[in-house]
T-cell receptor, first 111, second 116 residues
Framework: GESVGLHLPTLSVQEGDNSIINCAYS??????FIWYKQESGKGPQFIID?????DKRQGQRVTVLLNKTVKHLSLQIAATQPGDSAVYFC??????????FGGGTRLMVKP | GAGVSQSPSNKVTEKGKDVELRCDPI?????LYWYRQSLGQGLEFLIY????????KSGLPSDRFSAERTGGSVSTLTIQRTQQEDSAVYLC????FGQGGTGELFFGEGSRLTVL
């Protein structure tokens, strides 16, 4: 079936560096994508989203890039901080309106 | 409150017992999801309710698992004859697909189930 997957299960970065978390999706019909952040002991929280008619969207310190040609989604975090340490999930919304989640990437920020 | 509420936040039970987990979604949200998350793992989809449509139960791992959504609002996830491998955090999320809605999921804090 269709699925969303991640390339790296764990990413370790130095505080202050930029982080890039990647996600591959296989459903070409998906038209809406979301990144979620899950801190330890909490439910996932919305970070940023992007629709398929866009290639890039920026938020505060975060940027999501969408490459529909290769079905790839990435989350860029600028000047990574210790508070960014969490598990990050990408999710896609296809025509059925049900969100499908990727496997998640753990981001560890070293001081 | 304004967010998704789940109860209990923690549940410890003995193997073989039945448990019920409750989810109060955000008022007006048409869709409700249940996910399971084992320690250090990703989100495992269990079941999806959307409006009055038949639920998508394709993620339920066995017939010991069932879920209901009454009146299009509150949902209960029931696990019968619990097993140790059922130990996990059970997350509920809701979303709105009406005009102006994006389908973004709003998650509760989860119910942590421990089966001894």
């Amino acid at each position: 079936g269709e699925s969303v997957g991640l390339h790296l299960p764990t990413l370790s970065v130095q505080e202050g560096d930029n982080s890039i978390i990647n996600c591959a999706y296989s459903n070409s019909a998906s038209d809406y994508f979301i990144w979620y952040k899950q801190e330890s002991g909490k439910g996932p929280q919305f970070i940023i989203d992007i629709r398929s008619n866009m290639d890039k969207r920026q938020g505060q310190r975060v940027t999501v890039l969408l490459n529909k040609t290769v079905k790839h989604l990435s989350l860029q975090i600028a000047a990574t901080q210790p508070g960014d340490s969490a598990v990050y999930f990408c999710a896609e919304n296809n025509a059925g309106n049900m969100l499908t989640f990727g496997g998640g990437t753990r981001l560890m920020v070293k001081p | 409150g304004a967010g998704v509420s789940q109860s209990p936040s923690n549940k410890v039970t003995e193997k073989g017992k039945d448990v019920e987990l409750r989810c109060d979604p955000i008022s007006g949200h048409t869709a409700l999801y249940w996910y399971r998350q084992s320690l250090g793992q990703g989100l495992e989809f269990l079941i999806y309710f959307q409006g009055n449509s038949a639920p998508d139960k394709s993620g339920l791992p066995s017939d010991r698992f069932s879920a209901e959504r009454t009146g299009g609002s509150v949902s209960t996830l029931t696990i019968q004859r619990t097993q140790q491998e059922d130990s996990a955090v059970y997350l509920c999320a809701s979303s709105y697909f009406g005009q102006g809605g994006t389908g973004e999921l709003f998650f509760g804090e989860g119910s942590r189930l421990t089966v001894l």
